[in-house]
């Protein structure tokens, strides 16, 4: 059983398309994030939900947009894609404050926007 | 605001050679510390951990030292082999709270047989 899968894998699309990634996680965390990491393998945090609450929202775009419909799932949409946000955007999950830098991560989705 | 910077890369090795990756960060409080490791296609998989100074993570063969007075953690393994080619990222966890994790650039690592 994958603890933390993403779907899709890979999604290629076109400049000013919509686009949405799921995330789901079978740990029981109650944390659970967003990271893109850019062609040069730098990771940057986007977005963190604790038990469906907003709880770190870094410097990104209002066009990407998280939702948290319960504690085991969280989705990333995309509205107005341009080719700056190609890059692998990993889920991950940590559970409980003492242990929120023990990442499980996602294998990743990597967009590729043309 | 917390940071980590960690030896640019790539290092290539030959199989059996010692391994050192530097790592030193700034962080108020008491941060903990991570290595973690990136196989090609794969997401990242935490490889080891300290929480307080002068602990010593260690898995797989790697180890790393919790130096507060240098502000460092580098991560060491005595014997590399081809299967440990991957992208080593150090980070830290602030203390208190839900602190995001700060991650460095990542070190890639090849090994040669």
């Known amino acids: 059983d994958t603890a933390v899968s993403q779907t899709p894998k890979y999604l290629v699309t076109q400049m000013g398309n919509d686009k949405s990634i799921k995330c789901e996680q079978n740990?029981?965390?109650?944390?659970m994030y967003w990271y893109k990491q850019d062609s040069k393998k730098f990771l940057k945090i986007m977005f963190s939900y604790n038990n469906k609450e907003l709880i770190i929202n870094e410097t990104v775009p209002n066009r990407f947009s998280p939702k948290s419909p319960d504690k085991a799932h969280l989705n990333l949409h995309i509205n107005s894609l341009e080719l700056g946000d190609s890059a692998v955007y990993f889920c991950a999950s940590s559970q409980g404050r003492e242990r929120a830098g023990e990442l499980f991560f996602g294998e990743g989705s990597r967009l590729t926007v043309l | 605001g917390n940071s980590v910077t960690q030896m640019e890369g790539p290092v290539t090795l030959s199989e059996e050679a010692f391994l050192t990756i530097n790592c030193t960060y700034t962080a108020t409080g008491y941060p903990s510390l991570f290595w973690y490791v990136q196989y090609p296609g794969e997401g990242l998989q935490l490889l080891l951990k300290?929480?307080?100074?002068?602990d010593k993570g260690s898995n797989k063969g790697f180890e790393a030292t919790y130096r507060k007075e240098t502000t460092s953690f580098h991560l060491e393994k005595g014997s590399v082999q081809v299967s440990d080619s991957a992208v080593y990222f150090c980070a830290l966890s602030g203390s208190g709270g839900y602190q995001k994790v700060t991650f460095g650039t990542g070190t890639k690592l090849q090994v040669i047989p």
């Open positions: 300290a929480t307080k100074a002068d």
């Open positions: 740990l029981g965390h109650d944390t």
